[in-house]
């Protein structure tokens, strides 16, 4: 993929500098246990709408002794879901959907699966919002990469989930 379609610069990406982790990341997106797709936040830019976040990935991780037995890979419904944590926490953290919301994946759009991540990997996701209506949807690109290499992309469609109503039903 050349530089000019990049979000951010791979190469420019320090995820060293943790701005929000496992802890913080918790008050913004309710995923839990083996749910939990991010590590860290390391860059949240609410005036550009760029968000990123990074997934350690391990031996133990549930899906390796079944995807695929003796060669395990990440499922790529997996890596589009850490991009949804990942635009789902810059869009609660700066009230982007207006209000108390749990936001939900409305849609995947054009997601590529360039390479495979495996276990040990880094994978560090990249989220740029590009469509904004409040109360209605967020829209973003993303673009994930172990160390420099592009793994996957697409976009990503982010809805408000009516929270009241699946209290009242859980």
Known sequence: MASKDWILDPQEIDTTQ????LEAIRRYNRQRDAMEQL?????DDPERNICIGYRDTS?????????MPGMPL????????AAAQVCSFHACR???????????LG???????????????RLTIVTQIIKLRRGRMVVSRFQEF???????????RAIPLPVEELRDNC
Do not use: Q
């Open 107 to 121: 849609g995947l759009n054009n997601v590529r699966f360039r390479e495979t991540v495996l276990p040990g990997d």
């Open 59 to 67: 031996p133990e991780e549930f899906w390796v002794a079944g995807h």
């Open 18 to 21: 943790v701005v929000a982790d």
């Open 74 to 81: 990440m499922p790529g419904v997996m890596m589009c879901e």
């Open 94 to 104: 700066h009230d982007l959907l207006g209000g108390e919301v749990v936001v939900g």
């Open 146 to 156: 172990v160390d420099t290499r592009l793994v996957c992309e697409g976009e990503i």
């Open 39 to 43: 590590t860290a936040i390391v860059y």
